[in-house]
C-alpha cells in the first residue's frame, strides 16, 4: 500500500518554489544588469576609448587605465597593455555594471 506525502511535505515544497520564483522576479526588477559581451573589430583605440564596428553599426567604450577598476586587456589569452591594442583586431569586449565602461578586452 503506497503512502500518500503528507501536507506539511506538499506545503514546504510549495513555498521553496515561491520563494525561488520570487528571489528571481526581485532581481529582473532591481535593474542590475549581467556583464554583456559584443564581438567587434577595433576602428580606432587610444589611452581612454577605444571605438570598434559591431554588426549594429560602431561602439566606443571607456578604457579605465587606473584604479580598483582598471580595463584588463588580453592578447590570446596573456596580459596585455592598453599599447598592445590596434585597427583592425577582432576583440571580445566585456562591458560591465557601468554602462560604455570596457570592463575587459580580449583579443582572438
Sequence with gaps: MKKIPSLSIILSLCLGLFVSVSAEAASKKSGSKAPTKNETVITSVNSSSITVKTKGGTGFYKIV????????????????????????????????????????IDVK
Design 65 to 104: 587605465s587606473d584604479g580598483l577598476k582598471k580595463t584588463e586587456v588580453t592578447i590570446g589569452g596573456a596580459s596585455a597593455s592598453i599599447s598592445n591594442l590596434k585597427p583592425g583586431m577582432k576583440v571580445i569586449i566585456t562591458q560591465g555594471m557601468d554602462q560604455g565602461t570596457a570592463d575587459r
